[in-house]
């Protein structure tokens, strides 16, 4: 399961103010909460997370699956499982799965992307944390987390060498050395699950690029959006980013796509997090960049040299960065060249927030309840617990330009991304 952590060759860090930035974000958000009246879809007595909206897939036979694997030079030679259960059952199977894992884990997390040449946004932490810190972070989120089908968490430790990990179609995928084969089937068979040659259909694997895709799977957010300041996916990735301390994989100096082209010169657009150079911490502002670029690294140093030419701003950090297909440009941008050799800033604009900004800060007198400090002790987290300070300003949530969130690639089959159920259909 290695390959999801070898997938790029260098990570970009996420810096301490960065991380100072979505501390205070988190500390005022509303909680999250799944939207009311979602119905949930059911193939027979398979039960779909609430994500799916509609699907022309067939029922799955619920079991599980496992292959040998065999190992490398570092690597040991392991057993993949993946397991498919109902989802009113997956809450008790996703708890006996994690507590396979050792009191030091390496967390990940796989996301839809709206970068327009990545289909999935791989996270990594950029060092092992503790069982502990982890497991409270699942279940504060565990809610969404087993719904929304964008998704997908997990945790693998070194030694012993295993993997865990929560698929967007909420598959438990289970990678373990061959002396712990027996624990795990013991484990998922005390779940009343046996193995099956085959969970979902295998004709997916097939049929994965068809021009059908759209008809098989219709996805819908699972959070409850009241209004601007209702948190999103993306703030729920901004916490998990700052509590697990990810990094998105990415190669930083070239520019390709899922299947390693190099594309050369791409449209980029970028919103970046600023302060009052005032030094006033109830005053400061989103910054839309659109721009030209030939790799990530080449798009930060356009960046760069744009602030520049706004001294009242002073950069704090990238809050998002991606790829947009030059169809998919902003319409102020309409008579922009198809094809452009060089890089370039094309577009900037400012979205203050706070005092003479144009919007306030969250919660306030609209925000949500206060959240108790996240505790010291070592025992073992429960649902329910509450972490994180309260009361600092900040700006809006959720900046107003941003591209929806493409749905994760890997589908039931588990085909292509990540861990998102290569163990299963074999």
């Not at 059911?42 to 029922?59: I, K, R």
């Not at 990594?124 to 969404?144: C, K, N, T």
Request: charged share 30%; net charge negative; aromatic share 6%.
């Amino acid at each position: 399961m290695r390959e999801r952590a070898n997938r790029f060759a260098r990570t970009v860090k996420l810096d301490a103010r960065l991380r100072a930035h979505i501390a205070l974000v988190c500390a005022s958000m509303r909680e999250f909460r799944l939207g009311e009246n979602i119905g949930r879809l059911s193939l027979g007595s398979y039960q779909l997370p609430l994500g799916v909206s509609a699907t022309s897939l067939t029922e799955p036979e619920q079991g599980f699956t496992v292959r040998f694997q065999e190992g490398t030079e570092e690597e040991p030679d392991t057993y993949v499982f993946h397991a498919v259960i109902s989802h009113e059952k997956l809450r008790p199977l996703v708890d006996a799965a994690f507590n396979l894992l050792p009191k030091e884990v390496t967390p990940v997390v796989e996301i839809g992307s709206r970068d327009a040449y990545r289909t999935v946004d791989i996270y990594l932490a950029e060092e092992p944390i503790s069982l502990v810190d982890f497991l409270r972070g699942w279940y504060e989120f565990e809610d969404v987390l087993l719904e929304d089908v964008t998704i997908g968490v997990g945790a693998n430790s070194e030694e012993p060498w295993v993997d865990v990990f929560v698929d967007s179609w909420k598959g438990v995928l289970i990678s373990v050395p061959v002396e712990m084969r027996d624990e795990v089937e013991k484990m998922l068979e005390e779940h009343g699950l046996t193995e099956v040659v085959s969970t979902w259909d295998e004709d997916l694997r097939e049929g994965e690029n068809s021009e059908t895709d759209d008809e098989t799977l219709v996805t819908r957010d699972v959070l409850e959006i009241l209004d601007d300041h209702s948190p999103d996916l993306d703030e729920l990735l901004l916490i998990l980013r700052e509590r697990w301390l990810l990094e998105l994989n990415v190669d930083r100096e070239t520019n390709v796509d899922d299947a390693g082209r190099h594309l050369g010169m791409t449209l980029w657009h970028a919103i970046v997090l600023a302060i009052s150079s005032e030094g006033d911490a109830e005053r400061g502002a989103y910054i839309s960049v659109w721009m030209t670029a030939g790799s990530l690294a080449q798009a930060e140093e356009l960046l760069e040299d744009a602030l520049l030419d706004h001294p009242q701003w002073v950069f704090e950090s990238v809050y998002t960065m991606d790829r947009v297909a030059f169809d998919d440009r902003a319409p102020s941008l309409t008579n922009l060249p198809h094809t452009r050799r060089r890089p370039a800033v094309h577009e900037l604009d400012i979205e203050p927030w706070g005092e003479d900004g144009a919007d306030g800060a969250p919660g306030g007198s609209e925000g949500g309840p206060d959240r108790t400090p996240r505790d010291s002790d070592d025992d073992q987290p429960t649902r329910g617990d509450d972490s994180g300070p309260s009361g600092s300003p900040l700006p809006p949530t959720t900046p107003s330009n941003r591209a929806p969130r493409r749905g994760h690639g890997g589908g039931p089959a588990g085909g292509g991304n990540g861990g998102g159920g290569s163990g299963g259909n074999n």
